[in-house]
């Protein structure tokens, strides 16, 4: 990974801005939230945080989250500008032009497909988050990391790695996690915030989206559906759906999980989880992407249409993969 003299650069500037990406998760906003308070405490300079969405409000225990914004305050030009957690600019919607060819920015990020888009690029893909790679450089750039900024960090490491139950979990991720609770970080707390309290209506919905269940295939695969009126019904917004998906997937003996969201709009989102097989490659023949145990795309079709035409596309493909796999 390159190596970068901050305090040189540090000296050149009078203000910081931190930009992190659209549909922001923990990683995004719990690296935003740390780096802004280690630079702002360590510095004294005003670090400004920007995001082009709104955050949601399950992170609002973070401190800080209150002070994002979704438009520049002033120009950046001068200032020194961080991106964090994006593969590439695009990943920053109507904020990329605003700092497109900035000549200090800092482009700090895991993920395989970035694409250097900055100045300096700090980019490490064996880390489990960007909010990891954050408190080895303020360890190495000699900054203080308060009890605040380590209750950020810890939230984007345990967003990314699901807890610590994905590949990405290292020794030194556990490391990092332990320096972090030294600091007085409790996990409990923060998992209660993050991935066990929901809404009254999320549950709700899960059980009206529930009544669509279906399991196909011998059982190889599970999906279910659900449309606008029926989030209505249950109170919710589209948004709470947001891992449904996963449900499908750990069922026994399932090896596909399929969630169909028929927005009014006229498209549904499809959301594909699996266990063993690529369903990245499914997903995209539709137009979509993402990764080999996680994907998605969205289908302009009538809703029943839909479900048909994805649903014997995944048959096609866990056939060819069980066959795939008794040859082997
Ligand atoms: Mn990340």
């Not at 409990?188 to 295939?217: C, H, I």
Request: proline share 4%; charged share 25%; hydrophobic share 40%.
């Amino acid at each position: 990974m390159e190596t970068i003299d901050l305090k040189a650069i540090l000296k050149t500037v009078k203000r910081i801005s931190i930009f992190s990406h659209v549909r922001p998760d923990g990683d995004a906003i719990g690296s935003s939230l740390g780096l802004q308070r280690i630079l702002h405490t360590n510095t004294g300079l005003p670090v400004y945080l920007y995001c082009p969405d709104v955050i949601p409000a399950k992170y609002d225990f973070l401190p800080g989250v209150e002070q994002f914004l979704r438009e520049l305050e002033g120009s950046v030009e001068q200032d020194l500008v961080f991106v964090l957690d994006c593969s590439d600019l695009d990943r920053l919607d109507y904020l990329k032009e605003k700092i497109q060819q900035h000549p200090r920015l800092i482009n700090i990020d895991h993920h395989v497909t970035n694409d250097f888009f900055g100045k300096y690029n700090l980019v490490d893909t064996r880390a489990a988050a960007t909010g990891e790679m954050l408190y080895q450089l303020s360890r190495a750039w000699g900054f203080h990391v308060d009890f605040e900024a380590a209750l950020c960090l810890y939230s984007a490491i345990v967003s990314d790695t699901g807890s610590f139950k994905y590949d990405n979990t290292t020794p030194e991720t556990l490391r990092i996690t332990a320096e972090l609770l030294q600091k007085g970080v409790q996990p409990s707390l923060v998992s209660q915030r993050l991935f066990d309290e929901r809404p009254y209506t999320t549950l709700a919905l899960l059980g009206e989206a529930l009544k669509s269940l279906t399991l196909d295939q011998d059982d190889k695969i599970a999906w279910m559906s659900i449309d606008d009126d029926g989030i209505e019904k249950c109170g919710a917004k589209p948004e709470e759906l947001d891992g449904f998906v996963n449900y499908l997937r750990d069922i026994e003996n399932v090896e596909v999980g399929i969630f169909f969201y028929h927005a009014r709009v006229g498209n549904t989102k499809v959301g594909f989880r699996s266990k063993s097989m690529d369903v990245a490659r499914i997903a995209s023949a539709f137009g979509g992407g993402g990764h080999p145990r996680a994907a998605g795309c969205t289908v302009e079709d009538e809703p029943s249409m839909v479900i048909k035409r994805v649903l014997n596309a995944v048959h096609a493909f866990v056939d060819e993969q069980q066959k795939e796999r008794l040859i082997r």
